[in-house]
Structures are given as structure tokens and as C-alpha cells.
């Protein structure tokens, strides 16, 4: 009867403490959290320290987020699109922001910034409900999926020119914005060729 009993508290206590992580943080969300902890005015000792400032790591982790999405998406619509601009357009994506991504990673090495592993749970979603779809209902949705998300980046790669402290995510910044602003201009030309 002892025995029966401590197995049954085992095993209580295991779905108890399964249940206390029942809501997993996306991979951006997390690498933000361990850049937070790394943070040198916090406790540099312990964890190293970051070398930029939280705006800084929260660019870097917001950027390689978007990039990560960008060849995920671009892989996909390589598969799936008919339009044959629209797989074009794909196969730019899946190779300049791999580069980019690797360009991002090297620095963020260097300063000790974690970067996600892959797409936020947004992009995942976003990913999930295209691969959903198939023909003229794909490209569309992708090209329109490509036009908000090159707006967003464009306007983060900007802001990042201007605002970081860190002199090398500036000047990756200030270089990554011409290249977000062709694939805008590129996709732009795409999604009003589709009306």
C-alpha cells in the first residue's frame, strides 16, 4: 500500500509540474528573455553580459525573426506558387535573406545577443494558413502576406539606421534597407500585375 502511495504522489506531482508549462514561449519570445537575463546592467557576472543596449538586442531578435520568416515563407511559395513572378520573387527571398540572416547571426555572435531559431508563433501561423491554401489563392495570399511584411521591415531597418547604439547593427541596418526597400518596390510591382 506504500508503494501504491508514492506512485500515486509521483505521479501527481509530474502532472503538476507538466501543467505549470502549459503555454511554451515562441522562439523569438524566448531568445528575447535570455537577452533580458544577459543584460549587463542586471547581472553581468553570471551570464556574460550583452554587449549593446535592450533596444539593440530586441532590433536584432525582431529582425532575425522577420528574416526567418522570410525564408520560410520564400520556401514554401517556391513549392506552392503558379505565378511564375511570384516564384521568382521567392527564390530572392530564400537567398538574400539567408545572407542577411547569416550576416545578422555573425554580429550578434560577436555582442552576445541570442537570436530566435525560428519564426515567432505569428509567422508560424501566418506560414501554417498559406500552406493551406493552393493556386491563385496562394500567390495572392503570399504576395499580399510579402507587401505588409516588407512595410514592416523597411520601417524597422530604418528606425534601426537611425536609433541603435551599437555602431554595427546600425551599419547592418543602414545596409539591409535598401535591399528591404527592392524587395518592397519588386513585390509591390508583383501584387498591382495580379488586380
Keep these: 500500500m506504500k508503494k501504491l502511495s508514492y506512485a500515486i504522489m509521483i505521479a501527481l506531482a509530474a502532472y503538476a509540474l507538466q501543467g505549470c508549462n502549459t503555454t511554451p514561449k515562441d522562439a523569438k519570445a524566448n531568445a528575447d528573455s535570455l537577452n533580458k537575463t544577459k543584460d549587463t546592467t542586471t547581472n553581468a557576472a553570471a551570464t556574460g553580459g550583452i554587449a549593446v543596449t535592450a533596444d539593440d538586442a530586441k532590433f536584432a531578435t525582431d529582425a532575425a525573426n522577420g528574416g526567418l520568416a522570410e525564408v520560410a515563407l520564400g520556401k514554401l511559395a517556391q513549392t506552392k506558387a503558379t505565378n511564375a513572378h511570384v516564384k521568382s520573387f521567392a527564390d530572392m527571398m530564400v537567398t538574400d535573406h539567408t545572407k542577411v ?24 501561423k501566418k506560414l501554417d494558413d498559406l500552406s493551406k491554401l493552393s493556386g491563385k489563392d496562394f500567390d495572392k495570399a503570399y504576395v499580399d502576406a510579402m507587401v505588409d511584411g516588407h512595410k514592416k521591415t523597411l520601417d524597422l531597418m530604418q528606425m534601426a539606421a537611425k536609433d541603435c547604439k551599437d555602431a554595427d547593427l546600425k551599419a547592418f541596418a543602414a545596409k539591409t534597407a535598401p535591399v528591404v526597400q527592392t524587395h518592397l518596390d519588386a513585390i509591390n510591382k508583383i501584387h498591382d500585375s495580379m488586380k
Design 101 to 124: 540572416n547569416d550576416e545578422l547571426a555573425a554580429i550578434a555572435k560577436t555582442k552576445n545577443i541570442t537570436l530566435p531559431a525560428a519564426p515567432d508563433a505569428d509567422h508560424q
